[in-house]
């Protein structure tokens, strides 16, 4: 069958296949089949296999011994007969891919690894065949569930990430042309043909077509009868999912060639044998994309209400916040003021166009770029004038360099840009260098803002950085070679990160009890948010964290108006966001982040770090902007700042989606549907649930009672 984004998300659920399957077809009709690879395998079809073996998918530090152990299997099998499939999943090159992206120095070994793999089988299986001439070919399938992105992952619709190799080797010599363009074959076509091939009956919700050059070794009437057999299944389906199927072209074509082939079984040439052959080949395809397209159907109620209860909420929103401030702010627009608002309007309606979404960084940086130059413009700045235009220029000349850092969207992504050549093997010692400056910057950081104010945190936190550096040298990632090497794998030093973490959240938890304050829980906070991002950026993004921090300075210093404060800083996390290289493709998402120094697979704390490392920037530039409201003793001009504040953030975070939900609604049908439009729905999403939380946790943290006054 065919998957969706809800057949995906129903199935992690999911303990068992209960579909009929090419699988389930083999062990019904008595066929033996082995397995050793990924364990989810066993979880989707337990009891199918006579011998098995799993290694677990999610540790993607892992691409050694998660081969290892399948490839140490095979010697014995071979020498076995009493299998008829033996299955080999391999996870290596995958986690390569994911941990240090397509073009790192150990894809070649693994590439080797695997020609040596598939040479044992092809030679084993050529020698089974010889000794057993009456039986039917042996065949080796060769093929990837997915290709990767440029960025080492995988989940978009780039070309590299839709499409994967399939070879289909034979143990006897056969005789095809090189020279032209190779066909071009659907996933769901693979499991249809090898059901034909092994001789087993096609699985019912099979929507696949069947690839001719696989079946070559059919004869004709064979070969005709399977594409009868695999279009009348398709063909069921069809009637099944649309009552007027029967007059449909696709069906009507499916019914000539019923015909043509009634009239080749009377008169055997070979131009009925091709014209019966296009036929039902087109039909099965017509056929198969109409069912596929009925599969997705919307429940119209309720997508109206929800857009409904989004518009309610937005207005609400703007009603709340024109009770604190907006009146007084729309009496008194200012250049900058208007285009702040310009700004995030024309952004949220840019969404309707899949262009706009493909490349929604550069709408960012531009909008980013203005308002500093605005800023620099129409405002003087607060306290030292020099100093904030000097920070002011860096932020500028930093976003030069910071834009060409990671190439992201859909047009450039593929081209190199510098951490790329920081990634390079012969240029590790720059990469070096650049994690050093940012494990300064991240220092820096911290001490200006006052995070660290005694000796024991200043430890701690030093020693968390110490972690840091210790893990990326010993990973490799970075070389130093005056450090000392603890593990193979950095589980240790990550190990000694949490725990000093941990002990830094006990020792505050019990300062700050002794006297609470919203300016010591924001910084407490923001401390441990910083070395967990520094913990979880790769090597060369980290000096992003000082660049927010610079930046949000600047802001402070040009903007003391509550509302433009807030405005610069959701502009801010959203900027810096793209600069670490996410797009709205789900190939961006770094999923190796949540398994970093990790033994054992947990998958609730896996997902919170890739979500986490997802979104950091977002996440801190919120942060640093409470920081600023609590800066003072909290008195009720303060609380109606960080109201105002929150709902600023609240409406900037609720506009784009509002806009955004309306526009995929009305787009439901559109060409990039599944490949644009919903991929950019899930990010708009978990970036709405995060900030909803931490939104609710600037509420609590201002409602707080009396406890609450009094700074550090």
Known sequence: MSSTYSNYAKNKGSNKVLEDNLIHQSVENDLKVV?????????????KFIRKEGTTSFLVSDYTEVDANVTRRIGKELKKNDWDILILHYLGLDHIGHLAGPRSPLIPDKLREMDGVIKLLHESLQKWDLEHSQAFPSYLVVTGDHGMHDSGSHGGATLGEILASLLLIESTPHNISLSGKRPEVSQIDLGATLAVLLGLPIPKLSLGALIPHALHRLSDEQYLFALFYNAQLIANQFLNADSNGGSKDCF???LKAQHVHELWLKNRTEDLKILAESLYFNATQGMSFSVVKNLVTFNMWAIVLSCGILIMVLFWTM????SFSLRTACKNLSTITIFLLVGSILHAVSLSSSSFIEEEHQTWYFLWITFLLLASWTNRPIGNEFSSKFALVAVLLGHRFLRKLNQTGDKWASLPDISDWLEMPEHQICLTLVFLLGLVGVWTSLLGLKCVSNTVDKVLHFCALLCTLFYRNDVGDIFLPYLPFISSSGVKEVKAFWFLILLFFLRSVANIQQK?????????LLSILVLVSTLLLQPSNVILISYLVLSSFTIQAYFKDTIKCSFGHVWLGTVVYFY?????????INVATGYIGVEHQNLISASLLVLFHTLTFPILALLLLWLQFAKEPITPLRKADMLISLNVCFLLRLLPLTVYFIVITIQREHLFIWSVFAPKLLYETAHSLICLVMMACGCLLTFVDSKLKGGV
Do not use: C, H
């Not at 690879?37 to 009891?47: Q, R």
């Open 319 to 322: 009603l709340v916040l024109q």
């Open 252 to 254: 009507i074509l499916y």
């Open 35 to 47: 397995f050793y690879g990924d364990e989810l395998w066993l979880n989707l079809f337990p009891d």
């Open 580 to 588: 670490q290289g996410n797009s709205n493709n789900l190939a961006t």
């Open 516 to 524: 609470w304050s919203m300016k010591r829980a924001v910084k407490i």
